[in-house]
């Protein structure tokens, strides 16, 4: 079955390989593979980033074959298998960093972002180093000093990488690709490609001779892409423009462009650009975290204005009722049938007054008051909120905890009102899904001092695009409810300086991350 | 002092709420006065009054735990009991750092009104009673004063006489005449009579 998968993805990687290679070998040094641009690098590190690093294999026999494809094997076919080596072992290496430093394979962040040019700048350069002794030590460099060679390897390789390795993740990973296609249906960004492009041929056909001189005007487009669509825009844009960049270099090699000076600039377009979409993402995320809490603020309000207005009619009609049932208990006004009545109407008042106070409770005005709570009273809370949720139905519910769980740090009313609203939401969930139904709650200890809570269902579980919508205030996926349960729990899990995440799966999961007690 | 003497005074900004609770106390047997806000009660106040106050936390102006405030502030002991619709952990807390007698939750349960209400009676008439003998205990002489903290610490009318260098005779003409004025019927209500002159007298 893997072996399948890997000979399948094999089969895909190796003509995309070949391809870019072949697409990009201009300008090289002598013979061999160092040129301005390097696609094809990046192209394999994101596979195995993606896919694992057992595939170095297939990315060795791929490189070697693009060798002999695109090159000849001009080394012969010794140096072709030691550079290819080279190649394949040190972009695996960097794939292998790569997935240590961005566990979900996805640029999130500045930071990540930092991190990705950081190993694609640092690794290049010592792959570079090898690569480049390697032709040296066997004389085949000609007349191009060490240096000169190291520098084109350098920068080709890292441009390479920090313009597709950031276009490879953003089609692999289903939210960004939704955001790919959701930005190309928008007719501004066409206009905004045109005007790339026009901005491109002005800057190789037009008057300043050297494409190098205009090259600044790209700038001006990408603020105004990268303001408008964030890191996805400024991806595309980057890939469009060193696309742009390389067939005009292509088309005027008769003229010697200053291919270096070119790539050199095309590195820092792509640096600027994808930095400027990731603060113009994290900044409309802050904005929509701002929305989301100032709504949850409102429904708090809304809620308590709620309870107190209709506490007040709730008293007077408990006392009237009472004073109705002690008149009836006067000697000549005995009436038992009435009395039941009343004593009905009297429980239904409670009723509501039960009602109210839950929804106050939920939003639980209260400031958090943490303490230390054993793991095992948090997972008894759990069985016991599972049993008055489920009712007959509580069998479906397995807990699991390894053994010696540290203490937590929590507001026990607070959390219970998490779980309650998550082992309700996984009841409404498993009558959806197939059968046999489950609910399975595991408790695991993490690093960091914290304890992770996996709640998995057997229900359908959610879409990559509803698993952030369904923390907004007011979306549900529900008949009923007004979808503020899952927003409260998110905002209760944050104020514990936890967390509350859904995973996009065929099978409902809910991550509850708690803080544990300093002091264990 | 009869519980009917004793008064349950509503302060609260809600009509029916007001309405509904002075006429289930009413049914209950219980002396009821309502007011719409402290601002009213204040008004209408006497230092005579006794019972107890129910007071809603939030009303149109002073809030019931400030009424209470000023009400100390006046030297009234009335006992308080905060009512809200807005049940808030903080409230309660202030409420009862401010010596509420209770702190109930709109809507409430009457067994729990009931309860409360119980509570600051049972206060009330304690501290009546206590005002009540202490004004008693205004009545008596010096002389008869000394012979009532005698008899409380257990002395005997020969051994009142020999403290006091008077004739045991005289010793018993006092207690006669002591017991008339407090209206006790027997040395025990003496001694508790006694008892409560030792406490500085709360005020009349």
């Given amino acids: 079955m893997s072996l399948l998968r890997t000979l399948r993805d094999t089969l895909v990687f190796a003509p995309c390989y070949i391809a870019l290679d072949w697409a990009s070998y201009i ?14 690098h990046g192209l394999a590190i994101v596979w195995m980033m993606l896919g694992g690093l057992q595939h170095v294999g297939a990315v060795l026999g791929t490189v070697v074959l693009a060798e002999a494809v695109v090159r000849g094997l001009p080394g012969g076919a010794v140096i072709a298998m030691l550079t290819s080596v080279t190649l394949a072992g040190g972009y695996a290496a ?24 950081g190993v694609a700048l640092a690794g290049t350069a010592l792959v570079g180093t090898a690569f480049v002794g390697l032709l040296r030590g066997a004389n085949l460099l000609g007349a191009t000093p060490v240096p000169e060679a190291l520098l084109r390897f350098w920068l080709g390789d890292a441009v390479g990488i920090l313009v597709t390795a950031p276009l490879l993740l953003a089609v692999a990973d289903a939210e960004r690709r939704a955001g790919l296609l959701a930005l190309a249906r928008r007719p501004e960004t066409l206009l905004q490609a045109a005007v790339l492009a026009a901005t491109l041929w002005l800057i190789f056909y037009g008057p300043g001779g050297d494409p190098a001189r205009l090259f600044y005007l790209l700038f001006v487009p990408l603020i105004w892409i990268a303001a408008r669509g964030g890191m996805n825009a400024a991806v595309a844009a980057t890939a469009l423009v060193q696309i742009g960049v390389v067939l005009g270099i292509r088309r005027e090699a008769g003229a010697a462009p200053p291919v270096l000076e070119l790539q050199a600039l095309v590195a820092a377009f792509t640096l600027t650009g994808l930095y400027l979409g990731m603060m113009v993402d994290e900044r409309e995320r802050a904005a929509q975290r ?32 009472q004073s109705a049932l002690m008149l009836l208990e006067r000697p000549g006004l005995r009436d038992p049938a009435l009395a039941e ?58 807990v699991r905890a390894e053994s010696g769980l540290p203490d937590l740090y929590v507001d026990r009313t607070q959390i219970e009102v998490v779980i309650r609203n998550l082992i309700a939401n996984a009841h409404e969930a ?71 995440s859904a995973r996009a799966a065929a099978h409902g999961e809910f991550h509850l991350v708690l803080p544990c007690s300093q002091n264990p | 002092m009869q519980p009917e003497s004793l008064t349950v005074y509503i302060v609260d900004d809600d009509a029916s709420v007001r309405d509904s609770l002075a006429l289930m106390l009413g049914l209950a047997g219980q002396r009821t006065a309502f007011f719409a806000d402290a601002e009213a009660f204040l008004a209408a106040w006497r230092a005579d009054w006794a019972g107890c106050v129910i007071a809603d936390l939030r009303l149109p102006g002073a809030s019931g ?13 009335l006992p308080f009991i905060i009512i809200t619709a807005h049940g808030d952990v903080p409230a309660a807390r202030a409420a009862f750092r401010a010596d509420a007698v209770d702190f109930l939750e709109k809507p409430f349960d009457h067994e729990q009104l ?35 903290a005698a008899a409380a610490r257990g002395l005997h009318a020969k051994e009142i006489a020999r403290e006091l260098g008077i004739s045991a005779r005289t010793v018993e003409v006092h207690k006669t005449r002591i017991m008339a004025k407090l209206g006790a019927r027997n040395v025990a209500e003496l001694v508790r009579f006694a008892l409560a002159a030792e406490p500085p007298p709360p005020a009349k």
């Fill in chain 1, 27 to 40: 300008d090289p040094v002598g013979p061999f593979n160092i040129t301005p641009w390097n696609p094809q």
């Fill in chain 1, 94 to 117: 960097m794939a292998s960093v790569l997935r240590t430093l961005l566990p979900d394979r996805g640029l999130r962040s500045a930071r990540h972002l930092t991190l990705l040019a």
């Fill in chain 2, 114 to 148: 009931r309860a409360a209400i119980g509570n600051a009676f049972s206060k009330e008439n304690l501290r009546l009673r206590r005002a009540a003998d202490a004004g008693r205990l205004g009545l008596l002489t010096a002389r008869e004063r000394e012979v009532l």
């Fill in chain 2, 65 to 77: 735990i400030e009424l209470q405030a000023e009400m100390r502030r006046r030297g009234s002991p």
């Fill in chain 1, 290 to 321: 701002l929305r989301q809490t100032l709504r949850l603020a409102a429904a708090g309000e809304t809620a308590g204005a709620i309870a107190h207005e209709v506490n007040q009619p709730l008293t007077a009609l408990a006392n009237y009722g």
């Fill in chain 1, 341 to 398: 009545i009343i004593g009905k109407m009297l429980q239904e008042s409670r009723r509501a007054a039960e009602v109210v106070r839950r929804l106050r409770d939920f939003f639980h005005s209260g400031t958090t008051r943490l303490e230390p709570l054993p793991a095992g009273e948090l997972l008894a809370a759990v069985r016991r909120i599972g049993r008055q949720v489920l009712g007959p139905e509580s069998e479906v519910l397995r």
């Fill in chain 1, 430 to 500: 498993i009558h959806q899904g197939a059968p046999p139904s489950a609910i399975e709650v595991q408790a695991q200890r993490q690093d960091d001092g914290h304890l992770r809570l996996v709640f998995a269902d057997s229900g359908p579980g959610l879409s990559a695009e509803m698993r952030e919508r369904v923390f907004e205030p007011f979306v549900s996926g529900k008949a009923s409810g007004l979808g503020l349960g899952l927003a409260i729990s998110r905002a209760i899990a944050e104020a514990h300086g936890g967390s509350l």
